[in-house]
């Protein structure tokens, strides 16, 4: 099992920066994938960025260039870099994981990353910026 915290979440104005943490309590983060979500009110939740077995990294094209994903060595942290950001990227961000070979664990996949089940969630944190 594998609990994830997120922290570095707060209030910006628009064009500003945002570091998010996430960090892996219990074993550490999967080898099959991690990545960030977020939610924000009255929609959907929706993929950010993720890194896969292999490195790959994906980011849909609302984020790319503006957003960075990226895993520690030691695989207990991770990160989302947070560029030039928008009104439209408030939101509640939340980190996840693959449980890998854990039974039992419910998954989601996605369209960008089809080869990455997220199944650890972490309790995520608001990220609000203002024009």
């Known amino acids: 099992q594998v609990q994830l915290a997120e922290s570095g979440g707060g209030s910006v104005q628009a064009g500003g920066s945002l570091k998010l943490s996430c960090v892996a309590h219990g074993n550490s983060l999967s080898t099959c994938g991690v990545g960030w979500f977020r939610q924000a009110p009255g929609k959907v939740r929706e993929l950010v960025s993720a890194?896969?077995?292999?490195?790959?990294?994906f980011y849909p094209d609302f984020v790319k260039d503006r957003f960075a994903i990226s895993l520690e060595n030691t695989k207990r942290m991770m990160y989302l870099q947070m560029n030039s950001l928008k009104t439209e990227d408030t939101a509640v961000y939340s980190c996840?994981?693959?449980?890998?070979?854990?039974?039992?664990?419910?998954?989601?996949?996605?369209?960008?990353?089809?080869?990455?089940?997220?199944?650890?969630w972490g309790q995520g944190t608001q990220v609000t910026v203002s024009s």
């Open positions: 996840a994981a693959d449980p890998g070979s854990s039974a039992g664990v419910p998954v989601i996949r996605t369209e960008i990353c089809p080869s990455i089940a997220f199944g650890y």
């Open positions: 890194i896969s077995r292999d490195g790959t990294t």
